[in-house]
């Protein structure tokens, strides 16, 4: 019978009902009538050996040293019967360190590290070396081995020098260029034993330069220490063979070449922020923190390691709730967040640690929060401004040359102006990085480029209340076609080749141009400033040595019939999608800028653009999109989103040519359906030809929304008898503000979305 409020025990055992606070399971504590309690299930003596003791007592001894508890941490220490987070050779390395008794420092303690692949255990060799080693030091070293009783002394600089001549000598004695043969794993710790001794090289330099001042010091030991453990560095590496990463920010090279541009700009306040902390003592905790990354874990408990154990224990968490998207803030304790990508917020959520941090069902919902009207026809393509203060929309209007509306975010989304001069229907628009201008691509394939604050007629569009701004009808500032190719050209034809698509380059090297792509197998880059077509890719492009086929080898390929295309915000890569079979990506690092032009330093009609990858998605595309991302060494850099007319999306690393995932769902078999990165790049969304707006996680790939956009059929205006269908065309998500979106249909109208927080 169930325990009740009031129920006296019985006389042999009861059951007390203990609470997980985790909502899985249930655990009862008998009491037996002697009155001492056991658990039934799993003991905690079982849950405690899952993990070995002596760790979990050296991460609690290190947590709450991190925590100021010192005293606690003693204690704990004292009770366990002295287990030490630190090894002893370890501490004694560490407290070398922290007093600059560089002096102190050898060949002979190194090789005793408990490094991650092992001690070098190579005492009697090291022994036969016969190098001076001032072991005058030992019993300094032994009076300091104490917690706490580390005191910064006066380091001798001539000591420091000589001893790491000396220990350079046995260096040089013991790499396998003298004749010695190690085994891979001897010489894999030997390399790891060289790159310490290389950092603490780095910091003697960085402390004779900076803290000492004395720069003709310095410069000796540049020259006659540190850029020989460098080169000894540097041999070992080239006799196991390894592949370094160019973009690696330590390796041989980098850090010589770091070292002698310090030297000679020592002010230079760029080099000082990467090498120098601004004082020796900062200095000499980084430098632990990055020995601490060669050492074993069980031998020197890693940095805040009980948080690490946490977040991931939360993120955990989370992860087993598909309906959850975190905010900025959790993602700032999420280490480097479940992108990958470090946040730089400030952290304002506090995490339960008493319970598991379990959400609700339903963690976000959208909201239809305005519906524009004002236009007449079909919305095929919507963009917001990069600085997020206006919407453009572009439709098939049939009625007038007045296609293109651009709505003032901040003021509920009024029309500001109207673009007119088009005669026929728009597909594509593309902001300028500053949100001046803007480029259409109509059928006519003559692209037209906007200043959006120039001044034009006065039209009263907007609804006459107070507060209501007038727009203006403005014309295009510049137009502009593709030269009809030549019977020797990839195209073949005497008609000046169509625009579909557009994007512009985004870093101010590159200011004022643009790409346009053209069905017809064209691909142009064009200058405003100068409003000229500088190259046509058709002619200009290449494959690297590592590519299939070359472009410009005649009949043997032609050029792709592009559909979309976009350049990735380095302004490194530009992705061109044809309507099916390859994406093509090409290099645009070496692609000459405004400053290279204008002094003629370079001729653009020898250009070669490089292509550097290609790869296969057979079915029929339709668009493709990038994430919003600034930082080009993001993780999310290299992500494309294809949109295919086989209702589904995919996520593709177009630098790994890697598929990630794919989203279902949607209906997407016969028009061009546009998608998006959304809410900071962690949703994707896309409209669906069943006039709904489809969201998905954009890691897990499950639907976490479903929105009736435009699914009702809108009134006929007068002149227009086109009857509409139930298609969301497009869907398109603010780059400043990540609660908000908007759709755009085959009803006419657009839609504003936002996203809220349960």
């Known amino acids: 019978m169930p325990l009740t409020f009031g129920s006296p025990l019985d006389s042999e055992s009861s059951e007390v009902f203990m609470p997980l606070y985790t909502g899985k399971r249930k655990r009862t504590r008998t009491i037996p009538a002697n009155g001492k309690p056991y658990l039934s299930g799993p003991s905690e003596q079982d849950n405690l050996d899952m993990f070995d003791r002596e760790q979990l007592v050296k991460l609690l001894i290190h947590a709450l040293k991190e925590l100021g508890y010192n005293f606690s ?38 090789s005793q590290l408990p490094l991650k692949y092992g001690s070098l255990g190579l005492q009697d060799v090291i022994e036969d070396l016969q190098v001076g080693n001032d072991s005058s030091s030992d019993l300094t070293e032994q009076n300091s081995m104490k917690n706490g009783n580390v005191v910064s002394e006066s380091t001798d600089w001539d000591k420091v020098v000589h001893q790491m001549e000396q220990q350079l000598k046995a260096f040089e004695n013991f790499v396998p260029l003298s004749g010695r043969n190690f085994s891979s794993q001897t010489l894999l710790q030997l390399t790891t034993l060289v790159e310490v001794m290389v950092l603490i090289n780095k910091e003697i330099f960085l402390e004779l330069l900076f803290d000492q001042r004395d720069s003709h010091m310095a410069v000796a030991f540049l020259r006659n220490c540190l850029r020989k453990f460098i080169e000894i560095w540097d041999s070992l590496l080239a006799l196991r063979n390894d592949m370094l990463d160019e973009d690696a920010p330590f390796t041989p090279e980098k850090l010589l070449k770091d070292m002698t541009t ?11 922020s990467s090498t120098w902390q601004g004082s020796a003592a900062k200095s000499r905790d980084l430098l632990l923190e990055e020995i601490s990354n060669y050492i074993n874990p069980n031998d020197l408990v890693p940095r805040n390691r009980l948080l690490t154990l946490l977040k991931q224990a939360i993120k955990y968490q989370r992860s087993q709730d598909v309906l959850y998207i975190s905010d900025d803030g959790e993602n700032l304790i999420m280490d480097d967040g479940e992108d990958g990508e470090r946040s730089t917020g400030l952290f304002n959520h506090k995490f339960n640690l008493l319970q598991d941090n379990s959400s609700n069902f339903q963690q976000i919902k959208f909201t239809e929060e305005k519906t524009l009207v004002q236009n007449v026809d079909e919305i095929w393509f919507l963009q917001f401004s990069p600085n997020g203060r206006y919407l453009a929309s572009a439709t098939a209007d049939s009625l007038t040359d007045r296609k293109i509306m651009i709505y003032d975010v901040k003021n509920d989304f009024q029309v500001y102006k109207v673009l007119a001069g088009i005669d026929l229907c728009v597909l594509y628009l593309s902001f300028s990085p500053d949100s001046r201008y803007i480029v259409s691509c109509p059928f006519n394939k003559k692209a037209n480029i906007y200043d959006i604050h120039s001044k034009g007629e006065p039209t009263f569009i907007n609804p006459t209340v107070e507060g209501a701004i007038v727009a203006e009808i403005i014309q295009p500032i510049d137009s502009f076609q593709i030269p009809a190719s030549t019977p020797s050209t990839s195209n073949n034809s005497s008609e000046p080749p169509r625009i579909w698509c557009c994007d512009w380059f985004h870093t101010p090297e590159h200011e004022g141009r643009f790409i346009v792509g053209s069905p017809d197998r064209e691909v142009v880059v064009y200058d405003l400033k100068s409003k000229t077509i500088l190259m046509k890719l058709s002619s200009s492009t290449s494959t690297s040595p590592n590519g299939i086929a070359s472009v410009n080898q005649g009949a043997a390929e032609q050029f792709p019939r592009v559909h979309d295309l976009k350049i990735t915000a380095d302004d490194k890569y530009l992705i061109l999608m044809p309507h099916q079979g390859n994406i093509d990506v090409y290099d645009l690092s070496d692609f000459p800028n405004n400053e290279k032009i204008e002094k003629n330093e370079v001729a653009i009609d020898k250009v070669i653009l490089p292509r550097v990858s290609r790869f296969n998605i057979p079915n029929r595309m339709t668009c493709i999109s990038l994430p919003q991302v600034k930082d080009p060494n993001s993780p999310l850099a290299s992500l ?3 949109s295919l007319k086989s209702n589904e999306l995919q996520l593709w690393d177009f630098r790994e040519q890697i598929l990630i ?98």
Request: some cysteine.
């Open 262 to 272: 310090i030297l000679t700009s020592p002010e230079t306040s760029i080099l000082q």
């Open 73 to 110: 941490a003693q204690a704990l220490q004292e009770e366990t019967g002295g287990i030490q987070v630190e090894s002893t050779v370890v501490q004694k390395l560490f407290n070398i360190i922290r007093r600059g008794n560089f002096e102190s420092i050898t060949l002979q303690l190194l």
């Open 640 to 642: 494309m989103l294809v």
């Open 661 to 758: 995932q794919k989203y279902f769902g949607q209906k997407q078999e016969q028009f061009i359906i546009r998608s998006c990165f959304g809410y900071n790049d962690k949703l994707i969304a896309s409209g669906s030809e069943d006039g709904k707006i489809y969201i998905w996680d954009r890691i897990n790939g499950n639907i976490i929304g479903v929105l009736t956009a435009h699914v009702a059929e809108r009134p006929a205006t007068s002149g227009n008898n086109k009857k509409s269908t139930k298609t969301c065309n497009t869907v398109v998500w603010s780059p400043t503000d990540k609660k908000l979106f908007a759709s755009g249909g085959d009803d006419g109208y657009i839609k504003i979305w936002r996203v809220e927080k349960e």
